[in-house]
């Protein structure tokens, strides 16, 4: 399969994306939100951020940290465009992740604890006890 192919997207990248050890869900989502945006002949495309956040309901601002987070990993870069105000964001590096050997379980959680970036605790939710419901006949 070629990185040309949307195929190509789903089998390869889509799995080291999700699997990426230090990547924020933001980021993730960003990433998957440019490249469905991709120009398949050059790796590029030209969303604002504006657009982006739109699509993914979420802040501007949100989209911008993503996108320096990507930027900090080598898996986008972009540059601004003459008279234009959407920015070109190349997607070479999110496209290189689809030739990375998948991780197993137990190298993922090795690697998210070498990265020094701390997982989130969920707190469990507790059931609240039912109260009773009195009908009036």
Known sequence: MSPKSSNY???????????????????????????????SEKNLC???????????????????????ELRSLSLVTWKGRDGSQNNSYDLTGLLALGSQKLLGAAEVERTVKASGRPRKKRKMRTARPLRAVSRAA
């Open 9 to 39: 997207f789903v089998a390869n990248v889509a799995p080291a994306l999700i699997q990426h050890p230090t990547l924020s869900v933001y980021a993730k989502i960003v990433a998957v939100n440019l490249l469905m945006h991709r120009n």
């Open 46 to 68: 030209f969303p604002s951020q504006e657009t982006v956040a739109l699509e993914l309901d979420v802040s501007e601002r949100t989209v911008m940290r993503a996108l320096k």
